[in-house]
């Protein structure tokens, strides 16, 4: 009897435990009041923050797709976490989130012949006096009616010095001790000229603690002087699904440390990179849009474990590292893995024309690299005009397998792996200038002698179109490409 009373009690208690109901929360930054109670379309809040605020393992965080971006970036606190089955959900519909404001072009003093400075422009990451934060710097950039202008330079890969104040052109910016500085038409108004800077860092962010459970759908973010999506601390069981970073100051996507992501549908154009994924993360990706970023489109760091499948890759023309892999920074005896399924990297994507002497140097410098003790796998991977190389074999041994693959293109490119790399490949056909495997190169007219030095590739081609073979990226399952 005393079993069957605490059995009841039990169960009464577990009755009585209110259960959450999600809910739907809505916003709209034009039509909004964070004074509202969020719960209706018609009495939306004004902020992504308030949502944020109230929001519970179910809820629904939904965006308005409005005619002005939200000037806005999501921050994800530290332990703001759904439940398994009951993510929290931040879906945009589209709608836009941008890190720039506009310039007040009474804050600006007028120099003569176009040139304007501004001694106290984000004072709070400039502070006057102080020593530049150079790493800030190289991330910077201002818009002029919408165009991007970095003075050249990026946060991973080429940062030429600012140029001085004089010597600036109509269209450009500076920095130095005394301030930015802007050079105009001198024939027109500052206030005319549309032109815009970043005062906010990251599109989306979570917290350098603990997050779990949650998904983002169908959000843009753009011209965020740091990264469009940055993916910190134990970020675990998140999903994103139909994405955008367009032309952030850093990385379109960069997930770290100890953070677990799924990636389905993300576009990342005009950013430092594509995606840059450090430390000990891991990333599962498909779907993803690569494309005219400026130092990589992929830079994955570290000891995580990634994959990008049903994908593609359009490199800029200026970009010479497409993709490197590296265990660079990595504890003893760990390294960086990727494995890729069915994707295309196309270096002949773009019409522009080269000479002769231009079109071999962007052949020979677009490479897939990979450094340190790496695992890279690849099948069904098309290769066009971008080579693969291994370099740095300290502080261990890269791994590279190839399979069911195409590497060729309008520029011959080159396989160039160090002796030590472990190399496997079959089933793949190639129209190359040279392989050099085993601390051995060999040329199209050696393809019998590589074979059998090797002991790879006893089914596939060199120079000599497949026929029947099942080979390349399978362009019916790639995202689709608008204008190309």
Request: aromatic residues 6%.
């Amino acid at each position: 009897m005393k079993t069957d009373l605490k059995l009841m009690a039990g169960l009464l208690c577990v009755i009585m435990v209110p259960v959450s109901v999600a809910r739907d929360l809505f916003v709209n930054h034009e039509q909004g009041s964070d004074a509202s109670e969020g719960v209706s379309a018609d009495a939306p809040f004004q902020t992504i923050k308030a949502a944020l605020k109230i929001c519970a393992p179910g809820d629904v965080i939904h965006l308005a797709k409005t005619v002005t971006p939200y000037h806005e970036g999501i921050e994800i606190a530290d332990n703001q976490s759904g439940l398994p089955g009951q993510p929290i959900t931040i879906d945009g519909h589209g709608a836009t989130l941008s890190g720039c404001t506009s310039l007040r072009a009474a804050e600006w003093t007028e120099l003569g012949d176009g040139l304007y400075r501004n001694a106290r422009l984000l004072p709070d990451l400039f502070p006057s006096g102080q020593p530049v934060n150079e790493a800030l710097m190289r991330r910077f950039f201002f818009l002029f009616n919408g165009r991007m202008v970095r003075m050249g330079r990026n946060a991973k890969g080429d940062c030429p010095p600012l140029p001085k104040p004089a010597d600036l052109k109509a269209g450009e910016w500076t920095h130095d001790q005394d301030g930015f500085y802007l050079k105009i038409d001198p024939s027109r108004e500052l206030s005319g000229e549309g032109i815009e800077y970043p005062d906010l860092g990251n599109g989306l962010r979570t917290s350098d603690g603990r997050c779990e459970y949650l998904v983002v759908r169908n959000l843009n973010v753009t011209h965020f002087y740091a990264d469009g999506f940055n993916i910190n601390g134990s970020t675990l069981h998140t999903r994103f699904e139909n994405i955008e970073a367009i032309e952030c100051g850093d990385d379109g996507m960069s997930a770290h440390t100890a953070s677990r992501i799924e990636v389905d549908g993300f576009v990342s154009r005009g950013n430092t990179t594509g995606i840059c994924h450090v430390q000990g993360s891991h990333s599962s990706s498909r779907r993803l849009l690569l494309e005219n970023n400026c130092a990589f489109e992929v830079l994955l760091v570290g000891s995580g474990v990634h994959e990008i499948k049903d994908s593609v890759i359009l490199p800029n023309r200026r970009l010479t590292r497409v993709m490197r892999l590296s265990s660079e920074g990595a504890e003893a005896g760990k390294g960086c893995s990727l494995n890729m399924e069915n994707v295309l990297v196309n270096g002949d994507h773009t019409n522009e024309v080269h000479d002769e002497e231009e079109s071999r140097r962007l052949g020979h410098e677009f490479t897939v690299e990979i450094l340190g003790k790496c695992q890279w796998s690849a099948r069904r991977l098309t290769l066009r005009s971008v080579g693969l190389t291994s370099k740095w074999s300290a502080p261990g041994v890269s791994e590279v397998s190839l399979f069911q693959s195409i590497v060729g293109g309008q520029v011959k490119p080159e396989i160039n792996l160090l002796a030590q790399t472990i190399w496997e490949a079959n089933d793949n056909s190639y129209d190359l200038a040279g392989i050099a495997v085993g601390g051995i190169r060999y040329t199209p007219a050696q393809w019998e002698d590589y074979r059998r030095a090797t002991g790879q590739d006893q089914e596939s081609s060199w120079g000599v179109p497949s026929v029947g073979k099942s080979r390349g990226a399978d362009l019916s399952k790639l995202p689709v490409i608008s204008g190309n």
